[in-house]
């Protein structure tokens, strides 16, 4: 007779505590995080230039902010940027405006 080998440690037994099962699940999560890319000067200088031209124009731009775990995408119109606060205001309907880090900011569409 053949000895099985053991694929998992967790195989070994059939109960797991909840504490245990907690923890196995937040591993999981940390190792599929993202890290955040760095922009260099020309993509921060592409940025400013399409967000610069949302506020002229008032044409949508979408925004592509980045999140640990996946991207996510606003659309609207660029009211103004708060250099000193580093943030870009976004309106995407006539009464709804948020404030977006331009930390968060990864890349810009038109």
């Known amino acids: 007779m053949r000895s099985k080998k053991l694929d998992n440690i967790w195989e070994c037994s059939r109960f797991m505590l909840p504490e245990h099962e907690r923890r196995i699940q937040n591993e999981n999560r940390h190792r599929d995080m993202r890290t955040k890319p760095e922009l260099d000067e020309q ?15 008032h ?15 606003y659309r609207g119109i660029v009211m103004s940027v708060d250099r000193y606060l580093m943030r870009v205001k976004l309106r995407w309907s006539d009464e709804h405006w948020d404030w977006i880090p331009i930390s968060d900011i990864i890349n810009v569409r038109v």
Request: proline share 7%.
């Open 43 to 57: 993509e921060m200088g592409s940025i400013e230039r399409v967000l610069a031209k949302s506020i002229e124009d």
């Open 59 to 73: 044409s949508p731009v979408t925004l592509i902010l980045f999140r640990p775990d996946r991207d996510q995408e």
